[in-house]
Each structure stands twice: as C-alpha cells, then as structure tokens.
C-alpha cells in the first residue's frame, strides 16, 4: 500500500494552473465574485448603511394585538362580534360566528419614545428606543407555506433564490473562510439558493459546540486532509473540463473549497467557554424557557463578529389556533429575554449601527377568537394576513419610532402599508443595494428579490 507520504502534494499554484483557472476555479471564485458582479453591472453598492443581517423570522406568526399593536377597543368589546364585515382571511374554521377577543396582557408605554409594547415582553420593552417597528405590514397569502415563502424569497412559489442567497449573490463574502450566509433551523425553503449558483444557499448550523456536522475530522491530519482534498479538486475540475459548464458541478467545486477553508474558522463559532457567565446570563443560556433561542442569538452574535454577513435564525413555534391563552405567553418567553439580549450585546459592541436585527412572521393574527373542535376548545387566532407587526433595529432605521397603523380591531392595515416587496426593498437598500439592480437571468427573464414590485419606505429610514 503507498503511503501518503509518497505523494507530491498538489499546491494551489500547480492545482489552479492544471485547472487552466477556467470555470469553476474554486479559491478565486469566492474571492473576485463581487468584482465580477460589479464589472458586469449586475449590482452597484451605494453608501450602505449596514453591512450585516441578523433575520429573526418567528415561525408559525405570532400575534401582532397580544405583542405589539395595542388595540383598547378589543378590551371593551370583548365577546362581541366584530361591527361590519371583515376582510376575507380564506378563513376556514371555528370563526363561522365570530367574536372579538381581549388581548392577552396589558399595554403600556416605555422608554423615551413612549412606544407601547405587551406586559408579555418585559425585556424585549426595554428596548424600544432602539427599534422601529412596522405596524402596516401585509402579505399576499393566508397559508403558512407561501407566505414563509414570501417572506424569505419573495414570492409565494418554490425554487426561488432567499433573501440571504440574493445577498450573497449581490455582496459578496466579509470572511472568504466562512460562509457569506448561514441558518438557524428552516429549512432549504428558507435559506436556499435556488436557481442562483448553488456556493450561495445558506450553511445550516446548530447551536451547540460543533455547529456544522462533519466539518472536522481529528482522526486525520491537516496535511492528509489538503492532499485528500486536492486530489478530489483535481478529479472534479477534470469532469467539469470535460463535460463543459455545469452551475451545479460548479457549485459542488466551489463549496467544497470553502469547507476545506471553513475547517480553521468555523469549528470553534459553537464554543462559548470563553464567553462570561453575565454574557451567558445576558441571553438566557441556561434556563428552561430561554436556553434554545439564547444560543441561537449567542451563536448568530459570533457569527457576525467572524464575518459572516446574513444569519437566519428561525425561532418558535407560534400558529397558536387554540388555547393561546396559555401557549403565546410561553412562545414570548422563549423570544423576550434572549433577542433583548442580543439586543443589548450588540450596541454594547459597538456593532448595531452597521447591523440590520429583523424580526417578523410570516403573518399576523386576527383579533377574533377562532374555537377550532380539530384542537381544542379554548379559543386561539387565526391567520391575518391583512395586517401584522414586525420591527427593525440598528442600521440607519430611526429608533424609537412607529411606522404604520391598523383599524381600531386589528383586522387590517389601513394607513402606511408596507408590503412584503417594500420591506425588502428598504433592507437592501440599507445595504447599499438597488433591489432593482439586484437581478439574475434565469429561464429567459431576468428576476429579482422584490418581484416586478417593491419600493423603499424612506420615511422610516434615519
């Protein structure tokens, strides 16, 4: 049997000129991807404001009148139905005989700003000064699957490029040895690349002290590991010389080097032994309701400071339809402390300013009860997807600041709407991008993250 050390390791300099630096040249690739973009006018970046994204999406839509959209009148009108017609939800279900229903906690004003947030996030209200949030937020569809789409790629259909994939594609990498894009829990609907080169999809990680599986191997050393490594390299660009341009074959090259790149970097992302007990205590690590979403907040933190540029982080379980009473309260303690945390750390850091925070859902909820026999027979919300609530914070957005008003129930936006398009928009804007520019050719037309609509909701913009 030969042994490794007969072997004339391959370099980068003879493995780059043997591959004749033709397609799929996988160091260089990542490394002259913005240039490229760039000279070909696919995207110009202008004075960004924020540099990063930390994208919070709280899965299954959280009740926007039990968080964060007062509504008193659903305190005095409680078990009465609503006056009028209501918008059409494509509601289903045990709202044939509809009757409002009281929100969960009481609201009341905080900070300098005056903002009103639930009792039910005590921690997360101490942060109003630095949020702006979005009370006439609207989406296309009622169901959870084409509007977590919608919210993550733009469109309701599948096989679209997420927000985080078209960031990449337009951006570039801050770290060329870690990935531009990474996610916590979703899935390929949520952070993946679709019909852009496949080096763009989201990196899936976990929030423990070996965040990417199979990224190390002790067992081997580091030198076995770069010849093992080369040789593969070799053998794909050979197939790929031969069998001519190939985006997935490419993409294969390309992310294959950047996990051999990954390997010095990315390991230690999970490892908080050197965090302090008050940083730990800070996001909640260690408690029951709070320790899951804590170390995706802690993880996401450290991801940002090693250069990742967009991290999702898919949090909770909220489609609440029955007994949320008893379940909302626990979904908002499972968020509060931790992404106030986060918060906090962050602009202790120095870091929020040239940092986007989002957190939304996918929907919002309706201000009727909705008694579902399926489930149970204490009383939950529907879907809405006239009218929902999400916020901003850091990255040249006002602070302090509420953008958007519903009816005086809740059941729709009804002045400074802001679209799932126009959302994006503004993001990328903030990013220094043109959402109009941001483009990719595909099956015979050219799309983009906000569709053929979308425009930059300027006045909630510092």
């Known amino acids: 049997m030969t042994s490794l050390s007969s072997y004339s390791l391959v370099t ?11 397609l799929g040249t996988v160091a260089l690739n990542v490394i002259l991807h913005q240039q490229r973009l760039r000279a070909a006018g696919v995207v110009t970046v202008k004075a960004p404001r924020a540099k990063r994204v930390i994208f919070i999406f709280l ?26 017609e209501v918008p059409d939800n494509g509601i289903s279900f045990g709202m044939e005989n509809m009757r409002l229903m009281r929100p969960l906690a009481e609201f009341r004003p905080h900070g300098q ?30 169901a959870h699957e084409p509007a977590t789409l919608q919210m993550h790629t733009g469109s309701v259909f599948h096989g679209r490029p997420s927000f985080g994939a078209w960031l990449s594609y337009g951006l570039g990498t801050l770290n060329e040895n870690l990935p531009t894009f990474m996610a916590l829990g979703g899935s390929s ?12 999809q989201g990196t899936a990680i976990a929030a423990s002290k070996t965040p990417i599986k199979y990224l190390t191997d002790t067992a081997t050393t580091r030198d076995h590991k770069r010849w093992q490594f080369e040789l593969t390299q070799r053998l794909n660009q050979a197939t790929l010389t031969k069998v001519g341009p190939d985006q997935q074959f490419e993409g294969v090259i390309e992310n294959m080097e950047m996990a051999f790149r990954m390997q010095t970097e990315a390991a230690g992302l999970g490892d908080f032994s050197k965090e302090s007990k008050a940083t ?3 996001y909640g690590i260690g408690s029951k309701d709070t320790d899951e979403t804590g170390k995706r907040c802690l993880l996401a933190r450290r991801c940002l400071e090693a250069g990742v540029r967009f991290v999702l982080i898919n949090q909770g379980s909220w489609d609440h339809h029955g007994d949320i009473a008893a379940k909302h309260p626990v979904s908002a303690r499972e968020l509060d402390k931790p992404v106030a945390g986060l918060l906090a750390d962050l602009k202790q850091r ?18 009727a009860a909705q008694i579902d026999p399926r489930m149970t027979e204490k009383p939950g919300r529907d879907h809405n997807r006239f009218a929902f609530t999400g916020w901003i914070a850091g990255g040249g957005f006002k602070r302090g600041f509420v953008y958007g008003k519903t009816d ?3 059941f729709s936006a009804v002045a400074e709407k802001v679209h799932v398009h126009d959302l994006h928009a503004t993001l990328l804007h903030q990013l220094g991008v043109d959402h109009t520019e941001l483009t990719f050719r595909h099956a015979g037309r050219d799309y983009r993250l906000t569709d053929v609509a979308g425009k930059v909701v300027r006045p909630i913009i510092a």
């Open 12 to 22: 980068r300099r003879s493995f780059l000129k043997w591959t004749w630096g033709g």
């Open 189 to 200: 609907r949520t952070f993946g690349s679709g019909f852009l080169p496949a080096m763009h």
């Open 280 to 282: 730990l205590d800070l």
């Open 59 to 84: 899965n299954g839509a959280p009740s926007q009148i039990d968080l964060w959209d007062p509504k008193p009148e659903l305190f005095k009108r409680h078990g009465q139905p609503p006056p009028g």
């Open 350 to 367: 120095g870091m929020l300013d040239d940092t986007l925070v989002v957190c939304t859902g996918e929907f919002g909820r309706t201000p």
């Open 408 to 410: 005086e129930l809740g």
């Open 113 to 142: 700003s005056g903002i009103e947030f639930s009792g039910l996030l005590p921690h997360l209200s101490q942060h109003v000064d630095d949020l702006c949030l979005l009370r006439g937020l609207h989406t296309d569809n009622s």
